[in-house]
């Protein structure tokens, strides 16, 4: 199976769960850039479920528009947990049931932080914010460290989902 095989499969599975539920979604992504958006427009159905991606790939644009307070930035940086779950929370302003979200280094070392450090998060409205840690293979190329997040990002919610409903 492909790569792109196996995330769009993923994919299906997370529509899939949101529809069931009838969930809709919102991403805040930074490190992956748009990869988990692309890869769920990519699939019929999708409009149905996603209402809208934000790439935030600055400090600035996560503060402007997931609302991220500056003291998160400043006192855990925007490659932590800390800025993860509020990424996802942030996510959940405009209104979206479940908020998920992306950040972490892919290229150069940043904040202290490695290459192959990452960090996703799923907020569910009015339940609970799930964020996990990723040590990926620092070796792999920027696109592998994207799709190995965005697959890790889709099982996270899965597992989120059937936790809380």
Do not use: W
């Not at 499969?9 to 930074?30: F, G």
């Not at 996560?62 to 996802?88: N, Q, W």
């Not at 293979?137 to 099982?155: G, T």
């Amino acid at each position: 199976m492909t790569e792109t095989q196996e995330l769009l499969d993923l994919a299906q599975k997370v529509l899939d769960e949101l529809t069931t539920r009838d969930l809709s979604l919102a991403i805040a992504e930074s490190c992956t850039g748009g990869l988990a958006s692309s890869i769920l427009t990519d699939l019929d159905g999708s409009s149905d479920v996603l209402l809208y991606s934000i790439v935030a790939y600055n400090s600035e644009a996560k503060e402007e528009f997931l609302g991220i307070p500056h003291y998160v930035l400043r006192d855990f940086g925007t490659i932590s947990l800390a800025c993860a779950k509020v990424m996802a929370e942030g996510a959940l302003l405009y209104g979206a049931d479940v908020g998920l979200a992306t950040t972490g280094v892919i290229g150069e070392s940043v904040e202290d932080k490695l290459k192959g450090t990452a960090f996703v998060a799923i907020a569910v409205a009015g339940q609970k914010t799930f964020a996990r840690e990723l040590v990926l293979d620092p070796k792999k190329s920027r696109h592998e460290l994207k799709v190995d997040i965005v697959k890790d990002l889709f099982e996270s919610l899965i597992t989120a989902l059937e936790s809380v409903y």
